[in-house]
């Protein structure tokens, strides 16, 4: 009897199963799940590289299933038609996969009144520290980095070590107002933390979230531990200099973003009190500065390392950069911001870096936050939606050799700069989600780029392999290690 009761059990769920649950009222197409897992065999480190791969079979738009719950996967225009023009309807945010202590970022917080606040915050704090100081802060850390590189002339050096330690002492400068000299034991610990985190990889708290049984028979597996561990050392780090800000902040002098940040906390609370019920500590520490700590440094960096990899393999590009950068500034004159749009092959060739490279092939998970139609296929309220814009950048009928390292695509005919075609470019993403860090990170690329490149020539050492171009995937697509020889210009 026990064993017809068991058999009729498992024929009511693989029924259930296959003509019930994974059947919706108008889905997008997308592959077969399989029992309990859904379609988490497609789960892998090159995730992105997995779900390009179906999506050439299933469109654009098209669903899966991970474990029991249901994902939209979009690429190409989809993209630009979900996040630009129904904006609202996939501004939501999934729960991230490793526990969130003190609560989630800015950019892993859910959409709702909270996130509204401190996406204005941000803005308003970026608005009032001001470019002209913004352009004073990078180009001390840029004149630095190339007093470093001076003394290494010649020699092998890793040389994205030197680009870490640059960009985030920008960010200190920045964010908590001191510059620290790079031995500075103070500075090499948050420089550590930070780098530590980008390099986890959540595979295993994605499938424990997934799979929430897997905890009883799993122990936390090490890069989850890390995460925590280095997330906690961060928040006590950035708070504590919190701390240090409001027993020094007068309500005028604004020297660094928290003191910004402190300010337009101020004016919040004073136009509308219901505010300060989102204003506590630890919410201005991790919605307010971690998030921008993190990901003003690390993308920037990460691009400036993959940047010098495509000029070992371009050795013509990068005596066509060195020669426009020479004809418009000189041999000795500092960058400045303005001079930007006077050189387009610099700005074509930071375009193409960043559409290969694809720093962040998936984009943080969205979630719709009512049920809506995209594309004449329905979408339930609470979905997780998946934006590939690798598959986007390398989608052959946008970009012609889309695996081809070709700056000539960004430029016209005169050799002007030439914007993409809106939507199919989206490296700091696209809508109300779009990167709040994407002006400094553009500011920085170009001073470190343009000065580099004007007082350098980048060479791979006598002996050693060009750098490979795949990624290495994490938190962020990191180029694999490689060695460079610099030489004076």
Aim: glycine share 6%.
């Amino acid at each position: 009897m026990i064993i017809e009761l068991a058999l009729f059990a498992v024929t009511v769920f693989f029924i259930y199963h296959f003509f019930f649950e994974f059947r919706g009222n108008n889905l997008p197409p997308g592959p077969a799940p399989w029992p309990i897992i859904g379609n988490a065999n497609l789960l892998s480190q090159e995730m992105h590289l997995s779900l390009t791969k179906v999506g050439e079979q299933y469109g654009k738009i098209y669903r899966i299933y991970l474990g029991h719950k249901l994902m939209i996967v979009l690429s190409g225009d989809a993209i630009k038609e979900a996040l630009v023009r129904q904006p609202k309807d996939f501004a939501g945010r999934v729960e991230p996969p490793f526990i969130v202590k003190r609560g989630p970022g800015l950019p892993l917080m859910d959409y709702g009144a909270k996130w509204k606040l401190y996406r204005k915050l941000g803005h308003s704090a970026i608005k009032i520290y001001g470019e002209g100081r913004l352009q004073e802060v990078i180009s001390k850390e840029v004149d630095e980095l190339c007093k470093r590189l001076e003394a290494e002339v010649g020699k092998p050096l890793d040389i994205a070590i030197q680009f870490n330690m640059a960009v985030t002492n920008v960010i200190c400068t920045k964010l908590l107002g001191q510059r620290y000299e790079i031995d500075d034991p103070e500075f090499l610990k948050i420089y550590n933390i930070n780098d530590q985190i980008t390099r986890v990889k959540f595979i295993g708290a994605s499938f424990q979230k997934l799979f929430p049984f897997l905890k009883f028979f799993l122990p936390q597996d090490e890069q989850t531990k890390l995460l925590e561990k280095m997330a906690n050392e961060r928040f006590e780090f950035l708070s504590q200099k919190f701390v240090e800000h409001k027993k020094k902040f007068d309500g005028e002098t604004i020297r660094d973003y928290i003191d910004a940040l402190l300010y337009t906390k101020q004016q919040a609370e004073t136009e509308d009190h219901a505010n300060q019920k989102y204003l506590d500590d630890d919410t201005i520490v991790t919605a307010g500065i971690t998030s921008l700590f993190t990901a003003g440094s690390e993308t920037t960096s990460t691009t400036l390392g993959w940047a010098i990899a495509y000029l070992l393999h371009n050795p013509d590009i990068q005596e066509r950069l060195y020669k426009e950068i020479h004809d418009v500034i000189g041999s000795d004159e500092f960058p400045n911001l303005n001079q930007k749009k006077m050189l387009p092959t610099l700005e074509a060739f930071t375009a193409e870096t960043q559409r290969k490279a694809n720093l962040v092939p998936l984009a943080i998970p969205h979630k719709t936050t009512d049920d809506t139609v995209l594309e004449g296929y329905n979408i339930p309220k609470d979905t997780t939606v998946m934006a590939n814009l690798w598959s986007l950048h390398h989608d052959p009928t946008i970009w012609q050799d889309p695996f081809k390292f070709n700056i000539d695509r960004f430029l016209d005919e005169e050799g002007n700069f030439k914007s993409p075609v809106g939507g199919t470019f989206l490296p700091f993403g696209a809508g109300p989600r779009v990167c709040l860090g994407e002006v400094l990170a553009r500011s920085e690329l170009f001073l470190f780029l343009c000065r580099l490149l004007q007082q350098f020539k980048f060479e791979t050492p006598q002996g050693c392999e060009l750098p490979s171009l795949e990624g290495h995937a994490a938190a962020v697509l990191h180029p694999k290690p490689y060695l460079v020889c610099v030489k004076k210009r």
